[in-house]
């Protein structure tokens, strides 16, 4: 899945969509996603200058909108009806730091998928080295229903 259809699925748009890709997909099971790091992102701005440092909360955030893909497809949640909310991170570690011309692989496994709440396992590498894990949870919210 190439980031056009990846933009098809999540809301979320530059500079906070975080997907470039999605390798793998097991319905219902697992899903494995790709986010190029680049040196022009924004975030380097301010993170750090001199020392650009990819934020660990982004790693997380770049985990929860492969995880909502798989809820998204999974659930078969009707595109564009849906919010996929974060709502809860367990055991969240970061065990290495993230650098421009990294490219993180986002792996998350399915513990239980509901439109309620879901809750999926993730590990991000940079090859073949875990920079992050945690344990994310996560609802569906039908727009009309967030928006009130």
Known sequence: MDVLEI???LPHRYPILLVDRIVEYEEGKRIV???NVSVNEPVFQGHFPGFPLFPGVYVLEAMAQVGGIL???SLNLEIGKYAIVFAGIDGARF???VFPGDQIRMELEAI???KTLSKMKG???VDGQVVTEAVLL???RRLEEVKK
């Open 112 to 114: 239980s998928l509901k």
């Open 123 to 125: 590990v991000a590498t």
């Open 95 to 97: 065990k290495r730091p």
């Open 33 to 35: 996603g790709i986010k």
């Open 138 to 140: 996560a609802a569906s």
């Open 71 to 73: 809820m998204i497809k």
């Open 7 to 9: 933009m098809n699925i």
